[in-house]
Every structure is written in C-alpha cells, then in structure tokens.
C-alpha cells in the first residue's frame, strides 16, 4: 500500500505546505537558516499534516487555516523529535545527523524551542476558539507522557496501562488534535469528535506497531537505529507480554538482558524469548484492534475520496513496513 497514492485527494495541499514551512521558518541568521534547511530536509512521511487536510477535506473542505494545522503539527511532531534525539543520545534521524549530534545538545533543545513557539504562531490565525486549545493540550499531554517515560518506562514491568498511557500522551494525542482540528477549521462540529477519535484510535495502532517494527524491520526502512528501543531501555508492548507470560527462569532472564546495553549474543537470546511468548505477534494483534476501531469511527461520515484515504490508512498502520 502506497502512502502516496493514499495522498492524493490531498497532494496538491501537501504541496503547497513544503512552501509554506520554508517561508514562515525563512530567517536572515545564516546559522538559524541552516539549522531549518537540515530540519526541513529530514521530514518525515508527513502522517499528521496529511491527517489534517484529509480530516477538513472529509469534514465538508476548509480555507487556508487547515494549512497553517498542518504546518503547526508538522513542526510540533519535529520539535518533539529534537527533544527526543537528545534524550536518547541518538546520532541519526532518517539517515542523517541528528541536531544534537551536529551541532550539540544547547542548539537542539533551543532549535526545538523555536519550532514549538512557530507552531503556536501559526496556531494564533486560526480564527476558531477550539482550535488552539485543543492542540496546546495535545503537547501538554506529549510532555507528560515523555516524562512518564522516563519515570516508569524504562524499568521492566508488566503493566501494560502504563504503556498504554505513555504511547498515548507521546503519539495518539497529537494525532487525534490534528484530525479533530482539521474537522474544527471545516465548520463540521459533527465531524470533529468522530476525526478526533479516529485519530487517537489510529495513533495507538501507529505507535504500537512502530514500537514492534523496531525489533523487527530493517534500518533502510525504518529510517533510524533498529533495536533502538532496546538499546535504551524502553520498555515496549512486545516486552511487557513476554515477561507477563514468561516463566520464572525465562522472566529473570528478560529483566537481566533488559537492564544493560545488550552484546550481539545476548540481544539474540532476548529476540528468542520475544517470539518464544509471542510477544511481537501480541503487540500487532492489539494494533490491528485500535486500527479497526478507528475505521469505525469513520462510519457516519459520508462517503467520498478524503474519507476513503482515511479508512485505507486505518489499514496501511498495521501493515507497513516502515
């Protein structure tokens, strides 16, 4: 399944973002310029400014705001990356330098600063009152989330409600505020609720099987470090089936293999114990539930090219590759 074919009632929009980021993140500073140039050269698959302009498009078409959403939780989603790159220590994003490793940690947090404030600056035209207050409170919710993750994630447990929290606040959020906003910017109160819980439905699909594809996908596809979840100790769906059902022998082991950096031998005796108690499989199985709730909540929307995209892409979440 093609993302770009899934894009298309919504390709020329996409276009017009590319040069809408590069406008309003033009700066006279040649460092702060370079800075941008590198960030807006590492983007991603574009998943939540495509949301946004699918969720207006589906919720009856909007004006030039649902662009400036777009924008916004574009440069949100970047920004938390930053942030993230720097927690992690992490030296590649998507094949290229991160900022904390190119420029150190002081320009990468200052430079995810920046683009946060952009965003809200973008956010500040939109006329609808609800617009703004319902992404500021997705990024409250992606802050708490990080630092849930560092307080409980990274200590092996059982207990998936919080990894189901923390994926939440993280990840689904912040999709849920782009569709709802895009309904918003249309006129379509009806719609909104319905877009806000497809997206955060979708988004725990998402997340759920990016946290299965790092111990399961190939670097090239992935677009970062396999394994890096793992390597730092995160404590993801896969992990928290395997030492719920391990037995005794089997769950020290996993808790022994999951407390340090893992040798090559080692991270393969702790992959053999992942799939030994299903792990991965268990992890996709729940995803494909979330993706189909979120098809569901596209029901009482009428039909049309952007609502067909969005129930396609409840389908692409679960079986991509990358």
């Not at 005794?248 to 999951?258: A, G, K, N, P, T």
């Not at 709730?293 to 389908?315: F, H, I, Q, V």
Request: net charge negative; with cysteine.
């Amino acid at each position: 399944m093609d993302l770009s074919h899934l894009y298309t009632p919504v390709q020329h929009d996409l276009e017009k973002l590319q040069s809408l980021m590069e406008q309003e993140l033009a700066s006279d500073d040649p460092f702060i310029a370079e800075l941008v140039r590198h960030v807006l050269r590492t983007r991603g698959k574009l998943l939540r400014p495509a949301l946004v302009c699918l969720s207006a498009q589906a919720s009856g078409g909007a004006g030039d705001a649902r662009l400036w959403i777009a924008a916004a939780v574009e440069l949100i989603h970047i920004a938390s990356l930053i942030h993230d790159d720097i927690i992690d220590d992490a030296d590649l994003r998507r094949g290229e330098p991160t900022v904390n490793m190119q420029w150190g940690n002081q320009i990468a947090v200052l430079l995810g600063d920046y683009l946060f404030a952009k965003a809200f600056d973008l956010l500040s035209r939109v006329r609808h009152p609800e617009v703004a207050p319902t992404m500021a409170l997705a990024t409250v919710k992606m802050s708490q989330a990080e630092i849930m993750q560092i307080k409980y994630g990274q200590q092996p447990h059982e207990d998936e409600d919080v990894y189901f929290r923390i994926i939440a606040g993280k990840t689904a959020h912040l999709f849920s505020a782009a569709c709802k906003a895009g309904a918003l910017v249309a006129g379509n109160a009806e719609a909104a609720p319905l877009l806000s819980t497809y997206g955060l439905e979708w988004g725990m699909a998402f997340q759920i099987t990016d946290d299965a594809l790092d111990l399961t996908s190939r670097e090239e596809f992935l677009g970062k470090p396999i394994h890096s979840d793992i390597e730092s100790g995160k404590v993801t769906l896969p992990v928290i089936r395997a030492l719920r059902d391990a037995t005794s022998e089997d769950r020290d082991q996993l808790v022994r293999l999951l407390s340090g950096p893992a040798r090559d031998g080692q991270r393969e005796e702790l992959f053999q114990l992942l799939h030994r108690y299903r792990g991965i499989d268990y992890a996709l199985d729940v995803a494909a539930r979330y993706s189909r709730r979120a098809a569901t909540a596209l029901t009482p929307l009428p039909g049309g090219a952007a609502k067909d995209s969005l129930m396609r892409l409840a389908e692409f979440v679960v079986v991509r590759t990358r």
